[in-house]
């Protein structure tokens, strides 16, 4: 199973990203967070393949994100997408 993560709290980007991952890979597992805390969660203890971060929910925190999702060893080399939406 290919984990994958989408960090972001506007439910439109999150509907539209999640569909159009799950029509080219269906068997993808895909966990939402609308948090950084959530989003750490998620990473203790599950092998995510890539991150997709709304860039405005962490505007100024990015190295913060990068160091706090790839703290669990599993996750070292964690791909981290950010993503610009429209507010």
Not at 4 to 23: A, F, G, M, P
Not at 43 to 53: H, I, M, P, Q, T
Not at 54 to 59: N, S
Request: aromatic residues 4%; proline residues 2%; positive net charge.
């Amino acid at each position: 199973m290919i984990n994958i993560l989408i960090l972001t709290d506007n439910s439109n980007l999150e509907r539209q990203l999640s569909s159009t991952l799950l029509r080219f890979a269906p068997d993808l597992k895909i966990r939402s967070a609308k948090t950084l805390a959530e989003a750490e969660k998620f990473c203790e203890g599950l092998r995510l393949r890539v991150a997709f971060v709304d860039r405005g929910l962490v505007l100024g925190l990015e190295i913060k994100l990068a160091e706090r999702l790839r703290g669990a060893l599993i996750n070292r080399f964690l791909p981290i997408v950010m993503l610009d939406s429209d507010r």
